[in-house]
């Protein structure tokens, strides 16, 4: 009984605030979300990083290897991508692949993780977090955009902050106790508003090819966790950092993906990936907690 009481205890908060911004956003139908989404990607996400990323949640070996443990993750997810469009004949393979490449750690994934495993799974998280944001602002562009400018990376806040707090971790410099105080505000801010525009994102997306939707999102919710067991039993890992890594490598397709696609893709391919992200999303609310559960009794 006690694991399903941590299981509410985990997820609720999650799933409530979800809620919030879905009745916001069909009572309100032209709610404003630009300025979340500009404070998250330029103050929130920064803020997130540098307070995670600190030596007091995370060692600098702990975020190596789970960055790089990610990294291999998200090839893999790469492949699966490829496979799966190709058999369903995609006609831009490229463009199509980033929401199997990169899943919600942060927007749903990060808080989920905390609640699971207190400050110590949040550092965990937040090296996998910092992963999939240059991914979003590198390599998410570039198959976007269809072609490589290093002046979206040069122009993206996230990079400088993430290159700052991997300082911080290797030279082990504490953070001075008012930077702490402001990122945390800061941080519990950005999960709040960042879980709200999830919510009012759902009532937005559409479905415009739900067969190729659902395959596509099975994929992600289903292969991705089974991804994330294998990295687990090849490299031997356990704890907590392993039941995090579980719980990142579940989660559904990320809006920013969406957000990105629509600057440089074409309308056609983004109602793809809004498509992909909506129906991989619903999936989620029934497969993370069968994930979480997993991860909080074999990943204590």
Do not use: W
């Not at 993206?156 to 082990?172: D, E």
């Not at 410099?173 to 800061?186: A, G, H, Q, S």
Request: hydrophobic share 55%; glycine share 6%.
């Amino acid at each position: 009984m006690e694991i399903y009481i941590k299981l509410f205890e985990v997820l609720f908060p999650v799933f409530f605030v979800i809620g919030i911004g879905y009745y916001i956003g069909k009572k309100d139908k032209k709610f404003d979300t630009s300025f979340i989404t500009s404070f998250a990607a330029n103050v929130g996400s920064p803020a997130m990083i540098i307070y995670a990323l600190n030596v007091k949640n995370v060692s600098f070996g702990v975020f190596l290897d789970y960055f790089f443990y990610y990294l291999i993750a998200i090839i893999a997810f790469a492949l699966v991508g490829v496979i799966f469009l190709f058999f369903l004949k995609s006609k831009d393979i490229i463009r199509e692949l980033p929401p199997f490449m990169m899943p919600n750690t942060g927007n749903m994934g990060f808080p989920i993780c905390l609640f699971a495993y207190g400050y110590e799974g949040l550092g965990v998280a937040a090296a996998i977090t910092a992963l999939i944001i240059l991914f979003h602002f590198t390599v998410g562009v570039f198959l976007a955009d269809r072609k490589i400018s290093f002046n979206v990376i040069l122009k993206s806040p996230p990079f400088y902050t993430i290159i700052f707090s991997v300082i911080l971790l290797y030279y082990r410099i504490e953070l001075p106790i008012f930077v702490e105080n402001t990122t945390f505000l800061l941080m519990y801010a950005t999960i709040f508003l960042i879980l709200m525009s999830l919510g009012i994102a759902l009532t937005r997306l559409k479905v415009f090819s739900f067969k190729k939707s659902l395959i596509s999102s099975l994929a992600r919710v289903i292969i991705g966790p089974l991804i994330g067991f294998y990295i687990i039993y090849y490299f031997n890992l356990s704890g907590f950092a392993a039941g995090v890594l579980l719980i990142q490598c579940s989660m559904p397709s990320a809006i920013l993906n969406f957000l990105v696609g629509s600057l440089y893709s074409p309308k056609k391919t983004v109602d793809d990936v809004a498509s992909m992200i909506f129906v991989s999303t619903v999936l989620s609310f029934v497969t993370v907690p069968i994930i979480v559960f997993i991860a909080l009794k074999y990943f204590a």
